[in-house]
């Protein structure tokens, strides 16, 4: 058998940090790691604010950014994503403030760009797990 | 003019792994490598391993980040040090070894320093396995990364560029010429690997890897390995070799993930080099030979205006005439490279091995800088995280 042929689209591995954002994303909602504190969000989610070392709480975020960045990808990292390209990954600024990576959901009708207005488009990749995507607006 | 400065440490020794066209010839063990370059360095200090009390090692042996490696190695040489460091902060590891060896060395805890590195990353053809073992199940950070395919380290330089290009109007053709200018320094040099001169528009003609940049925005991918010795000030005036002194140094990191890069356009070079200077007693106009790690091609681009050599975001504008060309006004990676010359997955101790050679007027002739007395090296490791500057200096 050719390992790198059977290799699966990779998925998350929720841990005590994460397992909560995942939950959500599941139910189609985007949870964002907040400190009371600093009245900021962060991420990836922990239980500490990587500011002032608070505990964390969960704040809902509506789903609506700007894209940061973005890079087109051309080669595929490993062989799972071959014929996906090209595709789009993106940095989006989601409103309340921190920034996540997800992948731009192809459109023809529009050209990613900084900048850009993106909603969050909740993906179920298997019947357990739920990726964040971007939509361009 | 700089003895005085800070002159407690000084490398006296330095090897390198010889490379035919990026391979190691013969077999070889990554272990093997690096006690091969340990050996020629020490020849080259005049210094026997029995009086090596100080190990610094870092490397990715099988394709994983290693950890333990003062350990394995120290193992394998016969070592046993009064001092031992594995930092492994990425390919800024050595430039942060180099630091610590010389505070070792004034605070009087170990007396002969000697940091190694190896890899067989091109012959053993690593680096796809690595990928593809990472992406099985993603924990911790990879989790917010991986799922979505962003290769790793590419993706993350390219999204700085996409954001470089997007803040500052920086084009393809600015980051090419960095490319340009390391085909022509490699030109000069017979070990380069890829000393083929090319033209900016080769270099946005290339296949597009991750947009904005393109394969030949992006180093090597060689073998390679390398050592250097360090000892104090009295050991080194008594050395045969001409001492290169450790005038100052200074590390950071910002960030493991892209994700939690602050800034993209801003690595923690812009406090490492200030600082390095700082310490070092220069201003940035005394360097002459500047070694900055050249991953790709915006890695440098943010280094330049990190260092303070141009305004930030102007770096594009900056090098599009030729600054850093052979014969420009500056300087920079005058062996080529990690674009050219080589690079092993971890470039740091390259760009230091180079730095010596320049300082000792060891380049090839056609490369070498006209009486070199000072420089600065600058590594970037990690997804643009880790920033490691040393400024070095002959008498």
Avoid at chain 1, 80 to 106: H, M, N
Avoid at chain 2, 150 to 158: F, K, R, S, V
Avoid at chain 2, 311 to 317: D, K, Q, V
Wanted: charged share 20%.
């Amino acid at each position: 058998m050719d390992a790198a042929t059977e290799t699966p689209r990779p998925l998350p591995d929720p841990d005590a940090d994460t397992s909560e954002y995942w939950r959500r994303l599941r139910e189609h909602e985007l949870w964002i790691p907040w400190c009371d504190d600093c009245g900021r969000a962060f991420f990836r989610p922990r239980p500490f604010c990587p500011r002032c070392l608070d505990r964390s709480t969960w704040k809902r975020s509506t789903g609506h950014g700007v894209v940061y960045a973005f890079t087109v990808v051309h080669r595929a990292p490993i062989p799972w994503f071959k014929d996906k390209i090209p595709y789009v990954v993106a940095l989006v600024e989601v409103d309340e403030g921190c920034r996540i990576l997800g992948q731009i959901t192809s459109d023809e009708s529009k050209a990613p760009a900084v900048g850009a207005e993106v909603s969050a488009e909740f993906v179920d990749v298997n019947d357990q797990v739920t990726l964040l995507h971007f939509r361009l607006i | 003019m700089v003895s005085g400065l800070g002159t407690s440490a000084a490398i006296v020794g330095i090897a390198e792994m010889p490379l035919s066209k990026g391979v190691v010839l013969g077999d070889w063990t990554v272990f093997g490598v690096q006690a091969f370059c340990a050996s020629l360095a020490l020849k080259d200090a005049g210094i026997s391993i029995a009086e090596v009390d100080g190990m610094f090692c870092a490397g990715a042996w099988n394709g994983r980040s290693a950890t333990q490696t003062t350990l394995a190695m120290a193992e394998y040489l016969g070592v046993r040090p009064r001092y031992t460091d594995s930092t492994n902060i990425g390919g800024a590891s050595f430039e942060a070894h180099l630091h610590h060896a010389s505070a070792a060395i004034e605070a009087g805890l170990c007396n002969v320093a000697l940091i190694t590195y190896g890899s067989l990353q091109r012959s053993q053809r690593f680096r796809t396995a690595r990928a593809i073992s990472e992406a099985v199940r993603p924990a911790f950070g990879e989790q917010f990364t991986a799922p979505f395919g962003l290769p790793n380290p590419i993706g993350a330089y390219a999204l700085a560029a996409n954001r470089h290009m997007a803040q500052f109007g920086t084009t393809g053709e600015q980051l090419a010429e960095v490319a340009v200018a390391a085909h022509l320094w490699g030109a000069l040099n017979p070990d380069a690997t890829d000393a083929r001169p090319i033209t900016v528009d080769d270099v946005v003609g290339s296949d597009l890897i991750c947009a904005p940049l393109h394969r030949m925005d992006c180093c090597l991918v060689t073998d390679g390995g390398g050592a250097i010795v360090i000892v104090g000030k009295e050991r080194a005036k008594a050395s045969d070799k001409r001492p290169v002194w450790i005038l100052g140094a200074a590390e950071s990191h910002s960030h493991y993930s892209i994700t939690e890069m602050e800034d993209l356009t801003a690595t923690s070079a812009y406090y490492t080099s200030g600082e390095c200077l700082r310490r070092a007693g220069l201003k940035l106009s005394d360097i002459d030979v500047f070694e900055i790690y050249d991953s790709f091609t915006i890695t440098v681009l943010l280094t330049l205006e990190a260092l303070g050599l141009c305004p930030p975001g102007e770096a594009g504008p900056f090098v599009e005439h030729g600054v850093l060309r052979p014969g420009g006004t500056l300087s920079v990676n005058t062996n080529g490279g990690g674009l050219a010359y080589a690079h092993p997955g971890m470039f740091g101790l390259y760009l230091l091995i180079e730095a010596v050679r320049q300082l000792r007027g060891d380049a090839p002739e056609s490369a070498q800088v006209s009486g070199a007395r000072t420089a600065l090296v600058h590594a970037t490791g990690g997804q643009l995280a880790s920033a490691s500057t040393v400024a070095l200096a002959t008498d």
